[in-house]
């Protein structure tokens, strides 16, 4: 079975503010993917990026990087300078397994940023 | 490209009422997913359908749960009778043939039963 843990429920950071969203996953097999989504107030789930679990190169989009280690099993999110509009929720989600479609998400981490 | 389509947005009905919701995945997605999102259990899957088939419903909670899938364009979800403890978000999600790809998700239904 697969799991996604998100320990932090809500996080407020004052604009401009770095700001980390913490992901731990567990599985069994070797090869899973990884996933984040931002769920804004409006309340659709947008994609953010996927990740394999053979590629352990950090990623960077603008002021979004993520940071993926095997050795702790995490793939954490960080936001750079956030904004107002950085306000969601965001879900990391798993999937793993040849030929899964099983994705499980976490119970998600509701950013606040405060102008 | 459109993205996924549900309907409708909102849907506000009475216990015991059918409740029938609506998705059209991206074109060309050969996989489909219902989920239903509640602050109690988060985001639950109900069903996967792979090129139309019914491949996984057990996340489907009773039996007044029903989904079809008649083409590769569109999908129902039918809740009959529907009860106060349905009220969530539902969500239709499609994906591309690779098992690894990322799904892309509808706007929600927000369902509340009276």
């Known amino acids: 079975a697969q799991k996604v843990t998100q320990a932090q429920t809500e996080i407020s950071v004052v604009e401009k503010e770095d700001v980390t969203l913490d992901c731990v996953y567990e599985t069994r097999d070797t090869t899973y993917y990884l996933f984040w989504y931002k769920q804004p107030p409006s309340g659709e789930l947008v994609f953010l990026i996927r990740r394999n679990s053979f590629d352990e190169q950090n990623e960077i989009s603008g002021r979004y990087s993520w940071n993926f280690q095997k050795s702790t099993s995490s793939f954490n999110f960080t936001i750079t300078a956030s904004q107002v509009v950085d306000s969601a929720v965001y879900f990391c989600?798993?999937?793993?397994?040849?030929?899964?479609?099983?994705?499980?998400f976490g119970k998600g981490t509701k950013l606040s940023v405060i102008p | 490209d459109a993205g996924v389509i549900q309907s409708p947005r909102h849907e506000v009905t009475e216990m015991g009422q059918e409740v029938t919701l609506r998705c059209k995945p991206i074109?060309?997605?050969?996989?489909l997913f219902w989920y239903r999102q509640t602050m109690m259990r988060g985001l639950e899957l109900l069903i996967y359908?792979?090129?139309?088939?019914?491949?996984?419903d057990s996340g489907m909670p009773e039996d007044r749960f029903s989904a079809k899938m008649p083409n590769a364009s569109f999908s129902t979800l039918k809740i009959q009778p529907s009860e106060p403890r349905d009220s969530a978000v539902y969500f239709c999600?499609?994906?591309?043939?690779?098992?690894?790809?990322?799904?892309?998700f509808g706007p929600g239904t927000r369902l509340t039963v009276l």
């Open positions: 074109s060309g997605h050969n996989s």
């Open positions: 359908f792979n090129n139309n088939v019914p491949i996984d």
């Open positions: 999600a499609s994906r591309k043939e690779e098992s690894y790809n990322e799904q892309f």
């Open positions: 989600g798993i999937y793993s397994g040849a030929g899964s479609y099983q994705l499980t």
